[in-house]
């Protein structure tokens, strides 16, 4: 399956992850019962960034992605209704990735994470007519956390790059990023066009404490970098130097932060592929994280 139409269309090469969203109060209480609103909900960083761009008005989005056979209709079919078209490989063995989110009253979220299919994304599931009229490629850093899906996005990385698409990557958690370990992400990540981490990513990546620094160093490395900063926007960097930021859209009620990051990233991408340049894409990528924001879930309202 491929892109139609002109060079405009978005390829993502990421997750599908079914989220279970727990909002609960300020504080938990160990070994006992604690009230929350719970929810299961499609998400998954690639996933939701697809969605995002075709939110923020991006016309040809595509998804590669793997999920367990349980449940990978229900995903799909998800995807299909915000848009996305969903190239989903089906796995027959592993189940589709869960997320347990813990969400508190300030909207801040925590991550219970089994990759289930994720990782397992193979070089197979990719075709190089995956990216016929793509104007651009995006990869998912989860991939990157293991072996056979890092091999799927390398391979997906070099075709683009042969193919003269540009490519960005979201570096994606911390936690995972701390496990791989920053020089080896920067090693798999190189070739990439554009790298798109959170305030916290910039900081584990260059060993930097101020995310302005740490995305003028990353930039030295990768030709454009844009540092998110959530409630503070967004930061640029270019040839070692940063050359702009944006204020973030203020919320008066948060409600959940997840998918905060993707939103962003979905509504930048749409923007640069409409034909704007990376300052007046960021203010698109903050509308769109402000709308995450205030609602329950990674994905945009229906």
Known sequence: MSLSGPARGLLVVGDVVTDVVALHGSGLVHGTDNAARIRSLPGGAGANVACWAVRSGCTEVALLARAGAGSAGWHRDALERAGVRALLAVDAEVATATVIALVDAAAERTFLTDSGAVT???????????????GWLHISGYLLFAATSRATALLALRTARERGVPVSVDPASAGFLAELGPKRFLEFAEGAELLLPNADEARLLTGLPEPGDAAAELSRTFPRVVATLGDRGAVLAAGGAVTGRVHARPVRDPVDSTGAGDAFTGGFLAALLAGADDRAAAAEGCRAGAEAVATVGGRPPA
Do not use: E, V
């Not at 397992?120 to 793509?134: I, K, Q, V």
């Open 120 to 134: 397992r994304l193979a070089t197979d599931d990719f075709a190089p007519s995956m990216l016929d009229g793509a």
